[in-house]
């Protein structure tokens, strides 16, 4: 009971918040010159007044934009998102087919990003200023310096075309006709490559707070007193330490899981997967302002859900913090 | 990034055009001997996801790579680029160039069976091509009516003379069929078959999965005896250049069409034996960089300072170190390939003279200023290829050395077109010409004035010239081939005299396709084309 009610008043105070950001992307498009026509016409190379005028009345442009965004406010209350210029479906439909890939690929890097930064980030602060600390940091420090498109370049490179492990780009295996475990194991067979490409750069991150939150925790006197105590030190490190330098790590994945859903645009690019960077991208480029506005609102969305998990996660962790807040 | 742009330099090019020689002779030699082999599926690179597949709806290269294999055009180009029949097996005109009767291919059924016939063709022109089909509206303006006396015979009625070569050579792009009983009820441009195409040409359609494939099938009952020899064909959506590249080199694809990749991978994989690099087979797709000048403002309203601007730019350079093989020297509106109209080099030109340059801004009463500056200019590029970005800058530099500030303002695709020709927000713009084949299709709308602002691709530069609009209008309906070409030539002469755009370099699209595959590029539209004859060898 207290989690709805908890819930429930997360919600209320997101829903202001949802309408604020869905009115500044609507605004802030409106400032990008061109419109979706002109993104057709840039498309098709070329076509004339006459048809350019249709095609704005056909896509609705002709309205005023006060109206246009009164319009799409209204259908929204009634949890329409509206037709995309681009798809020709309902945008729902268009989200629902780019959220799989999407979540899953954002779920696996970011779950490879959090247990192997946990890890070597512990091993690092375990060994602080010795050799496995400084060699950890430095790699985690070049994982976090090189741009991902080039990982991700680099990848296919060794694994796709030198070793010919891994298929160098798509979802699935086009024409397959698989079910079941054999599909799954081709999709996984996929992701592998994009799932460490976009963790690696979240894996530097989780592992250098890891450490200065182990280091942190470590120095604390309920650890001298869990020592005196006679405990041996890897229960020190898991029973006492580690719980509590978890608490950060456990913000940042909250933080975090918005700027995976932007940040795979590239990934998405390079690996060519159908997922919602990349629909994101197209509808910026075509101007295909009920798909933009749609993301927007489903990624906030989910935004939304995984703080809220987070938050659930924090009581857990700290009796301290109540879920009462 | 722009130091690997620049590795292309000239030794690169010579050593890129040897191995694109070599790579072009050695498969032509062995086509003799090889029989052709059934079966296979090629895999094609998809750049960029249209809202349309259907060619007789959107006439665009990213249409065509697609919708071409599933519909047929009444004609297309033969390897010498002369009109061939496909679903028209013959035509003719009146002596007055009002009435152009097509006899049509008999026997020919669409994919779900039902019999290809006059009325498609007709249904097909008055609803699609005169109305939505880009270029076809302006093409088929004074079409009136087409008759069908009989199932095989398509009679298209004009207002106004229409040239028998204009149409002709305007068709293999402008004039795909679609079939009048899957699009006569409802709305033409929301009909599923858009994104479903329903053909007679040698692949059925049979999946789209949008942001990833399309797949379409072997055509059990195609009309050519023996045709097709693919079983499928897959196009990949790959938006990223060089993820596309990789995945040519892991053998996940097979050709990438019409400049897909960037400049650099397509002079690596020039020198690669399991690639063909090569322009052949897209001469029907030329198209020429630009320099638009916006006659709005005063200094480019005079012509001492469009000419000095051309003056100041040393095209071959920019060539030979920026683009290598894949381009050559422009000399005006109409391309060199364009062996019907091309009224040779003889026109004005512009060769790089930086004294003339400097001698004639002075003379146009635009001096140095105490900094060396004489005014500033805003230069708009189009985002359509890596060449017009690097030209830009090309030109920004070479500007900037006779005393004309150059600020580079970058857009997308819609914001590029809103900006130039809707609002006319541009001093100088940037961007591709692309010619069709016929000067009437795509090209005298740069140079016609009274075009409304929002037509992108036209004469919106504030410019006007009566002489050249006479031309243009005349040319458009004159029936007799060799006064036809005259007037063009003429057309040409005067349009890089007054020079109200400067078209100084001639592209052809970059063909990347694995050594595996046969009869490919035997077309100027191979790209475009049906497919019927490639195969891939084992």
Known sequence: ?325 | MEFSRLEINRRTALLTSAAIAANVLNPLRAFAAETPRKGGVFNVHYGAEQRQLNPSLQASTGVYIIGGKIQEPLVDLDAAGNPVGVLAESWESSPDGKTITFRLRQGVTWHDGKPFTSDDVAFTALNMWKKILNYGSTLQLFLTAVDTPDPHTAVFRYERPMPLNLLLRALPDLGYISAKHIYETGDIRQNPANLAPVGTGPFKFNKYERGQYIIADRNENYWRPNAPYLDRIVWRVITDRAAAAAQLEAGELHYSPFSGLTISDMARLGKDKRFVVSTKGNEGNARTNTIEFNFRRKELADIKVRRAIAHAINVPFFIENFLGDFAKLGTGPIPSTSTDFYPGANTPQYPYDKAKANALLDEAGFKREAGGNRFALRLLPAPWGEDISLWATFIQQSLSDVGIQVEIVRNDGGGFLKQVYSDHAFDLATGWHQYRNDPAVSTTVWYRSGQPAGAPWTNQWGWEAPAIDKIIDDAATEIDPVKRKALYADFVTRANTELPIWMPIEQIFVTVISAKARNHSNTPRWGSSTWHDLWLAE
């Open chain 1, 1 to 325: 009971m207290r989690i709805l009610s908890l819930a429930g008043r997360r919600l209320a105070a997101s829903i202001p918040t949802l309408f604020l950001i869905l009115i500044g992307v609507f605004l802030l498009l409106q400032f990008a010159p061109g419109d979706t026509v002109d993104a057709m016409m840039a498309q098709m190379g070329g076509g004339d007044a006459a048809t350019a005028r249709t095609l704005r009345k056909f896509y609705g442009l002709d309205l005023s934009v006060p109206v246009q965004l009164g319009n799409y406010l209204w259908r929204l209350v009634r949890l329409d998102l509206g037709y995309s210029a681009i798809y020709g479906k309902p945008v729902t439909t268009v989200i629902l087919e780019r959220l799989p890939p999407t979540i899953l690929l954002m779920t696996a890097s970011l779950s490879f990003a959090f247990f192997a930064g946990l890890v070597l980030g512990v091993i690092a602060a375990r060994g602080v200023n010795k050799w496995p600390d400084t060699l950890i940091s430095t790699v985690g420090l070049i994982f976090y310096a090189t741009p991902s498109f080039w990982f991700g370049l680099m990848a296919i490179m060794v694994f796709s075309i030198y070793l010919q492990w891994l298929p160098a780009g798509g979802f699935e295996d086009i024409g397959a006709t698989q079910s079941g475990l054999g599909r799954t194991l081709d999709i996984a067979r996929h992701l592998v490559l994009p799932t460490l490409t976009l963790g690696l750069i979240f894996l530097a991150i989780y592992l250098r707070i890891m450490r200065a939150s182990m280091l942190e925790v470590l120095n604390l006197d309920f650890v001298r007193t869990a020592r005196a105590k006679g405990l041996d030190e890897t229960r020190v490190v898991i029973r006492h330490v580690l719980r509590n330098a978890l608490l950060p790590m456990v913000t940042l994945i909250g933080l975090q899981a918005g700027t995976m859903l932007g940040g795979s645009v590239v990934v998405e690019s390079v690996f060519s997967l159908p997922g919602l960077g990349r629909l994101a991208y197209e509808s910026v480029v075509q101007r295909d302002l009920n798909t933009l506005l749609g993301i927007v609102f489903v990624s906030a969305l989910l935004v939304i859900a995984v703080n809220f998990l987070v938050d659930l996660l924090y009581a857990r962790l700290d009796p301290r913090i109540s879920a009462e807040g």
